[in-house]
């Protein structure tokens, strides 16, 4: 068992684990940590515990120092830096006549670079515009070339459910989303519900997928015919939720709906098909491009 404290970075749901030191860190402490990118300002998420070496990447960094008033200061100063700082890139940008839109940026915790993040829809050559930034900013700069979901991850927004996104708010990771996910909850596969802010399949459709896959093994398919306590039907529709199948039962002078527990529906069960239903739709491949 190795002893750790978990540690969240601004803007990053993501928890990253590092070596308490001998010190004691309570949840919500600000401390100063060092990482691949320099010295950076955290916040502890995971006060101390002990984990299976195998769910650490050895060797592990240590918490430097619990954050001072000073250090405080100094975030605070370059959050307010970064209008001005966007304004100005901007401008280089338009000078350089480059197709690129500018996302965010952010200041080093030590002042020694500042980072830009932009999107575009190919390859950039920006070298002019790193010198122009230099110019102007006189400090080291970077260019990052991120994804349309990425920039939601950075800017954030409301969601079709009316709370802010995943990706902003609770998601540490980008989760593999696909068509077939939508397919086996029954929604619409009309790319307006089942896309994000970002434009592409939402997150969310991942969260509750090993359930409804395994219910779609247990229930038969719109459309198709089944045999009922009552007789032969036709499954007008399916609740994977109550588990409950609506047919339509057709008699000699009139038509029956009745609902049924899946369980007391016989039908037969074919082969899961090759390909998803929508996957040769263009606008349905969008979503599921990166």
Same mark, same amino acid.
């Given at each position: 068992?190795?002893? =750790?404290?978990?540690?969240?970075?601004?803007?990053?749901?993501?928890?990253?684990?590092?070596? +308490?030191?001998? %010190?004691?860190?309570?949840?919500?402490?600000?401390?100063?940590?060092?990482?691949?990118?320099?010295?950076?300002?955290?916040?502890?998420?995971? +006060?101390?515990?002990?984990?299976?070496?195998?769910?650490?990447?050895? /060797?592990?960094?240590?918490?430097?120092? &619990?954050?001072?008033?000073?250090?405080?200061?100094?975030?605070?100063?370059?959050?307010?830096?970064?209008?001005?700082?966007?304004?100005?890139?901007?401008?280089?940008?338009?000078?350089?006549?480059?197709?690129?839109?500018? =996302?965010?940026?952010?200041?080093?915790?030590?002042?020694?670079?500042?980072?830009?993040?932009?999107?575009?829809?190919?390859?950039?050559?920006?070298?002019?515009?790193?010198?122009?930034?230099?110019?102007?900013?006189?400090?080291?700069?970077?260019?990052? %070339?991120?994804? &349309?979901?990425?920039?939601?991850?950075?800017?954030?927004? =409301?969601?079709?459910?009316?709370?802010?996104? $995943?990706?902003?708010?609770?998601? /540490?990771?980008?989760?593999?989303?696909?068509?077939?996910?939508?397919?086996?909850?029954?929604?619409?596969?009309? +790319?307006?519900?089942?896309?994000?802010?970002?434009?592409?399949?939402?997150?969310?459709?991942?969260?509750?997928?090993?359930?409804?896959?395994?219910? $779609?093994? %247990?229930?038969?398919?719109?459309?198709?015919?089944?045999?009922?306590?009552?007789?032969?039907?036709?499954?007008?529709?399916?609740?994977?939720?109550?588990?409950?199948?609506?047919?339509?039962?057709? %008699?000699?002078?009139?038509?029956?709906?009745?609902?049924?527990?899946?369980?007391? =529906?016989?039908?037969?069960?074919?082969?899961? +098909?090759?390909?998803?239903?929508?996957?040769?739709?263009?606008?349905?491949?969008?979503?599921?491009?990166?």
């Amino acid at each position: 068992m190795e002893k =750790i404290v978990g540690i969240k970075f601004k803007n990053s749901g993501k928890l990253y684990y590092f070596a +308490p030191g001998g %010190q004691t860190y309570e949840k919500g402490t600000d401390v100063i940590v060092e990482t691949s990118r320099g010295i950076e300002f955290a916040t502890v998420a995971v +006060p101390e515990l002990e984990v299976e070496e195998e769910q650490i990447v050895s /060797p592990l960094k240590p918490v430097v120092r &619990i954050a001072t008033d000073r250090d405080r200061e100094t975030v605070k100063r370059n959050e307010e830096r970064k209008p001005e700082a966007m304004k100005t890139a901007r401008e280089k940008v338009e000078k350089c006549g480059l197709v690129m839109k500018l =996302i965010d940026c952010e200041f080093a915790f030590d002042g020694s670079k500042v980072v830009f993040y932009f999107t575009a829809d190919g390859r950039v050559d920006f070298r002019e515009l790193v010198k122009e930034l230099s110019s102007a900013f006189r400090m080291r700069i970077e260019l990052r %070339q991120i994804g &349309i979901r990425d920039e939601i991850k950075l800017i954030g927004g =409301i969601a079709p459910c009316g709370r802010e996104c $995943c990706c902003k708010s609770c998601m /540490p990771d980008f989760k593999k989303v696909s068509i077939k996910m939508a397919k086996n909850q029954g929604l619409s596969l009309n +790319p307006g519900k089942i896309s994000g802010l970002c434009g592409r399949l939402m997150c969310c459709l991942a969260y509750e997928n090993e359930y409804y896959a395994e219910a $779609c093994k %247990q229930v038969p398919k719109v459309g198709s015919e089944v045999q009922t306590p009552e007789g032969k039907a036709h499954v007008v529709s399916v609740n994977m939720l109550k588990m409950e199948v609506k047919v339509k039962i057709e %008699q000699r002078d009139s038509v029956i709906y009745r609902d049924f527990p899946a369980d007391k =529906i016989t039908f037969r069960r074919g082969p899961s +098909p090759a390909r998803d239903e929508g996957e040769d739709d263009p606008e349905l491949k969008k979503l599921v491009q990166e």
